[in-house]
């Protein structure tokens, strides 16, 4: 399975096509793969021969490591994966094997979230995981990242999901978070050991993030955000997707706002998801001293960025009395200036 692994990776591809006729007939057949694929003189014995070349290596890298192999024919392998249109032949994992198989929520977005879309992931992942449901997402920076490390702080589990090997670490400066999703949950993928990471298995693993996931929340995605693209084949997959509002003067949330505009649910609070899942709800919190704003802070979103012009266009006043109101605010502490001449709500 593992050689067969290595002769086929992703989705849309005429080996997914040909797999897919295979399984489905019963025939986990190398060599049958390998002529469908390539039917040339000596093309068949080439690709069979680098496939089972590269899958010795690759699985005594997962002995060393102390990975779980989980094939499609296996009953180890995770059924909500198995029935997505295009699953991963393997799934190597590293870490709690069992944690494929729980009740799970998909957190995704942007990789240069701002505060605001950070604290928004990482009391979701918290929140969900006091809930009793896994975080599943890509272990990316922004949100990805808040949510593992949300769930983590509540004590709960976290599966991330991986676009190289689970041995290779990227972004490099989430290895400690990773290591502690190995410790308290698990990193998965379907690129064998020692699989750097590369742009074209990014956009592949997400349907595996989707797939092992009931439902999925995007945070603040763009237009063109890659979370869309997880967002896609959830719908595809019948899985539910949920989205989060926010400001729509930087344009960071248009991405999240189309969803809703197509069906997704709006989220405001971890009780929408639970309610889309009909999941029990948390306890409910005594309500928070409200901070009475001025009418600037107001039109501010906590945490992002805003330039004069675009305060002034917001709110139709005149730039210097935007200053002076935001001079004042600064001195109070309640705005403060970043670099690029642009102002946040603290």
């Known amino acids: 399975m593992v050689a067969l692994s290595l002769l086929r990776l992703g989705p849309?591809?005429?080996?997914?096509?040909?797999?897919?006729?295979?399984?489905?007939?019963g025939a986990w057949s190398l060599g049958k793969l390998a002529d469908r694929l390539e039917r040339r003189p000596g093309a068949r014995a080439t690709l069979i021969q680098r496939a089972r070349l590269l899958a010795g290596p690759a699985l005594a890298e997962a002995a060393r490591l102390g990975l779980s192999i989980l094939t499609q024919p296996s009953p180890?392998?995770?059924?909500?994966?198995?029935?997505?249109?295009?699953?991963?032949?393997?799934?190597?994992?590293?870490?709690?094997?069992?944690i494929v198989h729980g009740p799970a929520v998909a957190i995704v977005g942007s990789r240069s979230a701002t505060p605001t879309g950070i604290a928004v992931s990482v009391r979701l992942g918290r929140e969900l995981a006091e809930a009793g449901?896994?975080?599943?997402?890509?272990?990316?920076?922004?949100?990805?990242?808040?949510?593992?490390?949300?769930?983590?702080?509540?004590?709960?589990?976290?599966?991330?999901?991986?676009?190289?090997?689970?041995?290779?670490?990227?972004?490099?400066?989430?290895?400690?978070?990773?290591?502690?999703?190995?410790?308290?949950?698990?990193?998965?993928?379907?690129?064998?050991?020692?699989?750097?990471?590369?742009?074209?298995?990014?956009p592949l693993r997400n349907r595996i993030i989707s797939g092992l996931a009931h439902a999925v929340v995007v945070v603040e995605a763009s237009e063109r955000s890659g979370s869309l693209i997880t967002a896609r084949a959830a719908l595809e997959q019948g899985r539910d997707v949920l989205a989060v509002p926010g400001n729509v003067i930087s344009g960071r949330h248009r991405g999240c706002h189309a969803l809703i505009k197509d069906g997704a649910r709006l989220v405001e609070?971890?009780?929408?998801?639970?309610?889309?899942?009909?999941?029990?709800?948390?306890?409910?919190?005594?309500?928070?001293?409200?901070?009475?704003?001025?009418?600037l802070e107001g039109t501010m979103a906590a945490g992002e960025p805003y330039s004069v012009d675009e305060l002034a266009q917001a709110t139709g006043r005149p730039v210097h009395e935007l200053l002076a109101e935001l001079g004042a605010l600064e001195i109070a502490g309640r705005v403060a200036r970043r670099a690029g001449s642009v102002f946040v709500r603290t």
């Open 269 to 295: 609070t971890v009780d929408d998801v639970l309610d889309e899942l009909k999941w029990p709800r948390l306890a409910t919190p005594e309500p928070a001293a409200t901070l009475q704003l001025s009418g």
């Open 12 to 25: 849309d591809t005429a080996a997914a096509r040909h797999f897919k006729e295979l399984a489905e007939s």
């Open 133 to 202: 449901l896994v975080v599943v997402s890509g272990l990316a920076r922004g949100i990805d990242g808040a949510a593992h490390r949300g769930a983590l702080d509540a004590g709960g589990r976290t599966l991330g999901v991986l676009g190289s090997g689970v041995d290779v670490i990227y972004p490099r400066e989430h290895a400690a978070l990773a290591e502690e999703m190995r410790a308290r949950g698990a990193i998965v993928s379907e690129l064998a050991p020692g699989t750097p990471p590369r742009a074209g298995h990014f």
């Open 76 to 98: 180890d392998y995770p059924d909500r994966l198995r029935q997505i249109p295009d699953p991963p032949i393997v799934l190597w994992v590293r870490g709690e094997r069992e």
